[in-house]
């Protein structure tokens, strides 16, 4: 698809010299939707697909999702997945890592998966700084199994499981895993984006690309926490979702690049120990 405005001489121009600004990457499957209208899980498949175009990786990737929304991810993303139960992806691309060391590993997996059943799994995956590359949407809810309470979950929020809202003093407070992750120091990267809006689009792929980029360079464990919106499970149009998430999502989840021990810079967080080796096969 191409895109042009008119500009003086443009009658002299051949067609080809119009600029293309929009292409589907050949990664990206032609298929109907499973998600829900509204759901942000689409816009994070798009810009994984252009990441890992763009890198030239999607022939070399081995990916693992999980249980939960993020299931449906290897019918979008043209590249060879491995389906694993729920919350163990990170345990299931350890395995991966270990005998195909020269392979692009990747996790897609929800907050109900990675922050919940499968905390463990991602605990020690990152503690081991293992040469994995995970993907991290965030909407706050159990979305396939009927909008229960997550560990994301905002406080005051109603789900299925919480009709009244969740209370701190009796279902705790929502964790935020991304920056618990980032104090290990087998991470090398962390960062979290949103798909709010446009600009924040160009940031979150900016934080995926550079996720992807720390793998190929031979770092530790990377991490990228997408928050998304959730218009069903939250009870909401989709654009009442969206404005949400700009408003009291992102003030309980701050966003940005939180650490980067790859970088030329300064880390965010300095916890005075070297990254471990990272085992290989």
């Not at 121009?13 to 990206?28: F, G, H, Q, T």
């Not at 229960?148 to 209370?167: E, I």
């Not at 969206?242 to 966003?255: D, F, Q, R, S």
Request: with cysteine; charged share 15%.
């Amino acid at each position: 698809m191409t895109l042009h405005t008119p500009e003086p001489g443009d009658a002299a121009r051949p067609a080809a010299a119009a600029r293309l600004v929009y292409a589907k990457p050949d990664v990206l499957r032609d298929r109907s939707t499973h998600y829900c209208p509204g759901c942000g899980h689409g816009v994070v498949h798009r810009l994984l697909a252009e990441v890992l175009t763009e890198l030239d990786l999607p022939s070399h990737t081995i990916a693992v999702a999980p249980v939960g929304c993020a299931v449906f991810a290897y019918d979008y993303l043209e590249v060879d997945f491995v389906e694993a139960p729920h919350g163990r992806a990170p345990a299931v691309a350890t395995g991966i890592r270990r005998v195909r060391p020269e392979a692009f590993v990747l996790t897609y997996q929800g907050d109900g998966d990675l922050a919940a059943i499968g905390t463990a799994e991602i605990v020690h995956a990152a503690a081991r700084g293992e040469r994995i590359t995970a993907i991290f949407v965030n909407n706050g809810i159990y979305g396939m199994t009927g909008g229960q309470m997550a560990p994301t979950t905002l406080l005051g929020q109603r789900t299925t499981s919480s009709p009244n809202g969740r209370d701190a003093a009796l279902m705790g407070y929502p964790i935020r895993i991304t920056e618990m992750l980032a104090q290990l120091p087998g991470v090398t990267y962390a960062a979290r984006g949103t798909i709010a809006d446009v600009a924040s689009i160009g940031k979150l792929k900016a934080m995926i690309k550079r996720a992807c980029q720390v793998q190929i360079e031979g770092g530790g464990f990377a991490l990228v926490e997408a928050l998304s919106n959730c218009p069903v499970g939250w009870g909401m149009t989709p654009q009442q979702s969206i404005e949400h998430l700009k408003g009291p999502v992102v003030e309980a989840y701050p966003l940005g690049v939180i650490v980067d021990r790859g970088a030329t810079v300064a880390p965010t967080l300095d916890l005075g120990c070297p990254a471990p080796a990272h085992p290989e096969a």
